[in-house]
């Protein structure tokens, strides 16, 4: 999950006398207190009574507290005062008041050539911005300010970016008089997994965003109908704020229990459902990770058919004979292919549990609405790498919008070893279109055909520790006969195979 705090901030301008205590930067004292040999021995005493002198080293040559410190961040604090120009950011609701650009106009001491107090500037007791000098911070060592504030101001972008709840950073971009402002990333030590609370629904057991889906004709279309991940923007305090992969789950039990119903709806009108077949995709889905917290119960049969008594192709559905239900000729087909949660996961593996007639395929078609958003590109891509096909094609929506760069990159790719068929061209009208995911090989006028419940990005994520996949849930592929597959679709492959 990603989080990105947007919005423009404005600045004053005030000169006045400032005395203050600034973190630098100096690896080559860290160096030093980490054991660096210094050969030449007058220099060494030199660097030693410097060392003393600032209170990094005790007299017989120990590291004090500030050295320790000094040994593991690098950096010392150095202090520095005279008249200084600087913009701040004043009763800001979230930076508060502080300085973030300063320029030193004339070195002097303290007891020379003040003017007037400004008393209604509280800078002291606060972390302050150098931004001008690699984004040194700084504190004011001075109670009361002498100075006057200026008729200038300015304006620049501000950025508070989560990854995950483990580490934020901050970054100032912009230009303050003809000086341009680009920070990079200045981390930031924040109790995240408290700070979240106070701006969305979450909920801390789970590490979930407790969200309220509309349920109406186009929720079934929404990746985050069956993925529980999300998207989404919002605005508040001022902040423009873009949430990227939040995982989430139903605002409430009551929620929990439409939500599943419309997931088991789905599955009734696109399958043959016996009894058996009817609790066992009802306990599949009451597992999933958005909902197995709620521990739902397994929905009554018969009222959940009177419910939905509107619908008489669902009806039958549910009540067709065991004779109809593909589930019995699975074996006849081939084994089911299954990866178990927490398990590293490399596409190679995947590739090579299909069936030895239908290595090196002469077709691979991808069936998923979904495969060419931004969440699971990458990883088809490397589906696509490892399968050797003579020719892929993908079935799916349009791409993203947005301007991505390394979206684009990965749509490129695909684009280059791909032919992309946009889903709705295939069908009469957008509602006709097929949902479930489907892996289609062909070779020597031979189909093998794989379906499963969700898009790749939705049971894999990166293990940046072992560098590969690993699966954040269980996901089984079925393989299924021809007679079983979307029919419209089915001749759409065909046609392109065999012309």
């Known amino acids: 999950m990603k989080i990105i705090f947007n919005k423009y901030i404005h600045l004053n301008c005030a000169e ?16 030093y207190l980490n054991g660096k040999i210094i050969k030449n021995q007058f220099i060494e005493d030199r660097i030693r009574e410097y060392l003393k002198n600032k209170r990094i080293l005790e007299q017989d040559g120990s590291p004090t507290l500030i050295g320790e410190e000094v040994k593991k961040t690098g950096k010392i604090g150095e202090y520095e005062e005279g008249k200084y120009r600087f913009w701040y950011v004043e009763k800001d609701d979230h930076l508060g008041t502080r300085i973030l650009y300063l320029e030193r106009v004339e070195a002097y001491p303290y007891d020379s050539k003040l003017i007037g107090e400004i008393k209604d500037l509280d800078i002291k007791n606060t972390k302050h911005f150098f931004l001008n000098e690699k984004n040194i911070v700084f504190e004011i060592e001075i109670d009361k300010i002498y100075g006057q504030k200026l008729n200038e101001i300015a304006q620049i972008n501000f950025k508070w970016i989560w ?30 997994k408290e700070e979240i609370l106070k701006w969305i629904d979450w909920n801390t057991t789970y590490n ?39 995982p989430i789950m139903p605002v409430d039990k009551t929620h929990a229990e439409e939500w599943r119903n419309l997931l088991l ?8 459902l016996s009894e058996e077949d009817f609790k066992y995709e009802s306990r599949i889905i009451g597992e999933k990770e958005g909902l197995k917290m709620y521990e739902l119960t397994e929905p009554d049969r018969v009222n959940f058919l009177k419910r939905r008594q509107n619908s008489i192709n669902q009806k039958w559905h549910l009540q067709a004979p065991m004779d109809l239900n593909p589930n019995k000729y699975l074996p006849l087909v081939g084994t089911p292919i299954s990866f178990e949660k927490g398990i590293e996961f490399h596409f190679e593996n995947f590739v090579s549990c299909f069936p030895s007639d239908f290595q090196n395929p002469d077709y691979v078609i991808i069936s998923d609405l979904y495969a060419i958003t931004k969440r699971n590109i990458k990883m088809l891509d490397s589906f696509l790498s490892v399968i050797r096909s003579k020719k892929n094609i993908v079935i799916s929506n349009k791409k993203d919008d947005g ?59 990166w293990d940046n520790n072992k560098k590969s996949y690993k699966t954040r849930r269980s996901i089984t592929y079925t393989p299924i006969s021809e007679k ?9 492959i065909k046609e392109k195979y065999e012309n």
């Open 16 to 31: 006045a006398y400032l005395r203050i205590k600034k973190q630098v930067e100096r690896k080559d004292i860290q160096e």
């Open 208 to 246: 979930r965003f407790k969200w309220r889906l509309e349920f109406n004709e186009n929720t079934l279309k929404l990746p985050i109908f069956e993925d529980f991940i999300h998207d989404y923007e919002f605005k508040k305090d001022g902040f423009h704020i873009e949430v990227q992969d939040a």
């Open 265 to 272: 709806l789905k599955q009734v009108e696109q399958n043959y």
């Open 403 to 461: 301007e991505d760069e390394y979206y684009l990159k990965d749509y490129q790719k695909i684009k280059e070893k791909s032919e992309l068929v946009v889903a709705e061209h295939i069908y009469e009208t957008r509602k006709d279109v097929f949902h479930d995911r489907g892996i289609v090989l062909v070779k020597n006028k031979k189909y093998y055909i794989l379906t499963g419940t969700g898009s790749f990005n939705t049971f894999l994520e």
């Open 484 to 492: 079983y597959y979307d029919s419209k679709l089915m001749n759409f």
């Open 163 to 192: 990854e995950g709840l483990e580490k934020s950073f901050y970054e100032f971009k912009g230009k303050i008089k003809k000086h341009d402002i680009n920070s990079g990333r200045i981390p930031q030590q924040f109790q995240l």
